[in-house]
Nanobody, 116 residues
């Protein structure tokens, strides 16, 4: 399984970006997916997750600004980021959660830089 994240870039505070993470394989819809981020000098932190059934959860600091979604037909999970703040600057990575005996997978990150 390979996960490829894209969509990062440089944006001014208050702007928007949409991140995408495409997963290889044919069973994408079975797995919960998540977005995480790691700012320079900080530990990686959870941002949002979505279950196989589409239920979502967002970290408090991004709730109301970020939205996770998925398109199972495209094997893709998205993170719509609005009202970006400089403190959102980080490398964002996607995660396919494990399920039973199936292990988790992480994709390479995409850098989001928010200028003030």
């Amino acid at each position: 399984v390979q996960l490829q994240a894209s969509g990062g870039g440089l944006v001014q505070a208050g702007g928007s970006l949409r991140l995408s993470c495409v997963a290889s394989g044919s069973t994408f819809s079975r797995y919960a997916m998540g977005w995480y981020r790691q700012a320079p000098g900080n530990k990686r932190e959870w941002v949002a997750s979505i279950t196989s059934g589409g239920a979502t959860n967002h970290e408090d600091s991004v709730a109301g600004r970020f939205t996770i979604s998925r398109d199972n037909a495209k094997n893709t999970v998205y993170l719509q980021m609005n009202s970006l703040k400089p403190e959102d600057t980080a490398v964002y990575s996607c995660r396919r959660y494990g399920l039973g005996k199936d292990k988790e997978y992480w994709g390479r990150g995409t850098l989001v830089t928010v200028s003030s």
